[in-house]
């Protein structure tokens, strides 16, 4: 019985964890958004990117690439391919 409800602890701390997750990539996904401002010509979000802008992308994108090298079990050299990959196909290499 014991067993049983720590399983169930267990599955319910998953869960939240899993569901702050996903809210955390929703997060992401706005601030992303606010940056792409700055290329529709609007208000712009910063005013002028700069090499500390680039910096603070370079270390953000190394840190979701480490974490998803945990989430998925992929190494990061496999991961930063696939978005090299991405890139190309965008047309953004």
Not at 16 to 25: E, G, P, V
Not at 49 to 61: F, L
Not at 82 to 89: F, I, K, P, R
Request: proline content about 1%; hydrophobic content about 40%.
């Amino acid at each position: 019985m014991k067993n049983e409800r720590t399983n169930q602890e267990a599955k319910a701390a998953y869960d939240r964890a899993k569901s702050d997750i996903a809210n955390l990539l929703g997060w992401f996904e706005c601030e992303l958004s606010k940056k792409s401002v700055f290329e529709s010509g609007q208000a712009k979000t910063p005013v002028e990117v700069n090499w500390a802008h680039v910096g603070t992308m370079k270390n953000v994108r190394a840190s979701l690439i480490e974490t998803l090298c945990v989430l998925s079990g992929f190494d990061a050299a496999t991961i930063r391919e696939s978005l090299e990959d991405a890139q190309m196909a965008d047309g953004n290499a």
